[in-house]
């Protein structure tokens, strides 16, 4: 009886709730599902405030570092303007299609990257090796904001520490200002260095690195030998985790208002260092050098190869935060036009982000005397060589330091904390009914705060670098994101069925998606997330560090460990149901792909008579049961 009165309560509200056009079809095949009633009254599932909130958290969390400092230098590496044509197409054909689906999955199941797969259950092992991914995810990119975190703190100095070689950590080989213009004759006279060759000159050591090698990462020779901890830089992980559990502590009510300072200000600041970028000598040619297209690069296959995966990484696909967000949209919520919007914002910020980093990097090559191509970087070596040196080069280096690294901790912290709300949500979906406690979100943000920080305590040794470029590397690698897109389009398209998809989202937004989207799903991003995967597993090539260090053997077993951690939940899970079921294997496997629906999917499943009528009766009636019971079976 309370099921009953649970479960008629959640439809009126429902009911109440609708703020756009819904399509009922009371042809939906209700028998091809089970409805799995609350067990007792509970607070409602979150919703966002207002729909911006929904937008803020999705920009936040898909435009972050990899925008600013990986787009660029991919762009230029390959052909300039021509890397956009491989670019744009992949995102048609793999970025908005995945995106879009991840988004309505989460709003049409309510639920996080673990129970959304409630859609296909024998296929609930998607939502796991989600879990395992966001998780490693969560661990290692903290790193980059306790790192940028201890540069922003360092910045609040007369003179830069990076910029002088006259500090504790700089060695013998530190050489602060070296113009090849300079030399004359084979020789330079210094009287810091006595007169030396160019050559000899040009092996020293800029301090910069020397800062970061020896100062920051104090880093020892390879991952044998991990070494003493950096308090200084366990501070910073420690405070910026503080920052990430209290923006997430509370769910999406607070961290709907969060986003709103910390995705629109990095926005000024790119504006604002752009400004300052393009008045420095130099800029014109860094930003030609960008754009200047070389179109004999677009028979490459690595160029091809490096958008659709700079579209997968950029897009924050296969990590399930996206699922987790779209839960806490209202049923009705247009998520189709929410993903275009999305989708231009994202590779929007990147091409004008790379406006800003060549004019810099242009000045940068324009006072050292060299060419482009030798002060280009990607990934760290920009956020943490190339820029802070050509932000000493600058007048007022401090301020325009300070503006970079604090736009670089806004950009990395909003994509930290939704990447543990999308863990959090994931995890506290496995637990509803009897197991709901009144501060259960805070103990569970704790405890999954407190884990990430525990194993983080290994990457601020001074062996800290090679374990987090085992995570980099491995766990959130190209592959295991390509390999779960693969299989979200494939349970999707066709397990659950790409035109009954079309028909839910339809009921949701109240018109027919472009079909597309479905052929996308069915065919065509599957084999292009298989074709880039095939090409990643064909070329693979042990991991390095600077080109220099090879891992051993050992190394690369943990790595390949944390790779298939994600990436065998699929298959073992598949595997381990289909072993447990009874019945033949048709049967089992149609028992397992049944749909497991939530409450709230009643309203639109019933017809139409049945949904007028549940709105006018009281719970606790006995016609109510017996009405919504029949609308279902």
């Known amino acids: ?44 599932r979150e919703t966002w405030t207002r729909q911006m909130d929904f937008i803020m958290s999705c920009v936040g969390f898909a435009v972050g570092l990899g925008n600013v400092w990986r787009f660029p230098y991919l762009c230029y590496k390959n052909g300039g303007g021509v890397f956009l044509i491989p670019y744009v197409l992949f995102i048609f054909l793999g970025g ?78 530190c050489i602060e200002i070296f113009r090849h213009e300079d030399c004359q004759n084979g020789t330079i006279g210094n009287s810091s260095f006595g007169n030396m060759t160019c050559e000899e000159l040009a092996n020293g ?106 579209i997968f990484f950029s897009y924050a696909i296969g990590l399930g935060a996206l699922t987790a967000l779209g839960s806490y949209n209202r049923f009705n919520n247009d998520c189709y036009k929410d993903a275009f919007m999305l989708a231009l914002i994202n590779s929007g910020t990147s091409f004008f982000a790379g406006f800003v980093v060549f004019s810099i990097l242009g000045f940068m090559a324009s006072e050292q005397g060299v060419d482009i ?42 994509s930290q904390f939704v990447g543990v709300e999308g863990f959090v949500t994931g995890i506290l979906d496995l637990f509803p009914g009897k197991y709901y406690m009144r501060y259960r979100r805070e103990i569970a943000v704790a405890i999954c705060c407190l884990l990430c920080f525990i194993i983080d305590l290994s990457m601020v040794t001074q062996g800290g670098m090679y374990v987090f470029q085992l995570f980099d590397y491995y766990s959130a690698s190209g592959m295991t994101l390509l390999w779960q897109a693969f299989w979200e389009c494939v349970v999707v398209a066709w397990v659950y069925g790409a035109d009954k998809f079309m028909d839910d989202i339809a009921r949701m937004i109240g018109y027919q998606p472009f079909p597309w989207m479905k052929w996308c799903w069915s065919f065509i991003t599957p084999c292009v997330c298989m074709g880039i995967f095939l090409f990643h597993l ?16 050992w190394g690369e077993v943990i790595g390949w460990c944390l790779a298939l951690s994600s990436m065998l939940c699929i298959p073992v899970s598949l595997v381990y149901k289909l072993s447990g079921a009874k019945g033949s294997f048709r049967e089992r496997w149609e028992n397992l792909t049944k749909p497991v629906w939530g409450a709230h999917h009643l309203e639109y499943m019933a017809p139409d008579t049945d949904i007028k009528s549940l709105a006018s009766l009281s719970p606790g009636t ?11 079976m």
């Open 1 to 44: 009886m309370e099921k009953a009165e649970c479960c008629a309560l959640n439809v009126i509200l429902a009911e109440e709730e609708k703020k756009g056009p819904l399509i009922p079809n009371g042809n939906h095949q209700g028998t091809n599902g089970t409805l799995v009633p609350p067990v007792r009254a509970l607070p409602e």
């Open 96 to 173: 908005i299609p995945i995106f879009f689906l991840e988004i309505a999955l989460g709003q049409f199941m309510k639920a996080g990257s673990i129970n959304v797969w409630n859609i296909a259950p024998l296929f609930k092992g998607l939502g796991y090796a989600s879990m395992v991914i966001v998780f490693f995810c969560n661990t290692y990119y903290i790193m980059v904001l306790a790192w940028g975190f201890y540069y922003l703190i360092k910045s609040f100095s007369g003179t830069l520490p990076w910029s002088t070689c006259d500090n504790e950590w700089n060695t013998e080989s």
């Open 205 to 310: 050591r800029s301090p910069i690195i020397e800062f970061w090698e020896n100062k920051v990462l104090n880093i020892s020779e390879g991952l044998d030998e991990p070494g003493v901890l950096n308090w200084e830089l366990i501070l910073c992980l420690l405070a910026v985790w503080v920052m990430v559990y209290f923006c997430v502590w509370k769910g999406v009510k607070s961290t709907g208002k969060i986003v709103y300072f910390t995705a629109t200000f990095p926005y000024v600041v790119l504006i604002i260092l752009l400004v300052r970028g393009v008045t420095l000598p130099g800029a014109y040619d860094g930003i030609m050098y960008y754009l200047k297209p070389d179109w004999s690069k677009l028979g490459e296959p690595q160029v091809w190869i490096d958008a659709g995966t700079q």
């Open 373 to 414: 191509s030798k002060v280009a970087e990607s990934g760290p070596g920009l956020a943490f060589i190339a820029y802070p040196k050509a932000v000493s080069l600058m007048p007022v280096a401090p301020v325009w330091a300070a503006l970079f690294f604090f736009m670089l901790l806004l950009l990395g912290l909003d």
């Open 538 to 553: 064909l070329n693979y090539k042990p991991l390095t560090y600077n080109n220099v260090y090879v891992y051993p053997w």
């Open 622 to 632: 006995e016609e109510n049961k017996v009405i919504i019971f029949e609308s279902v």
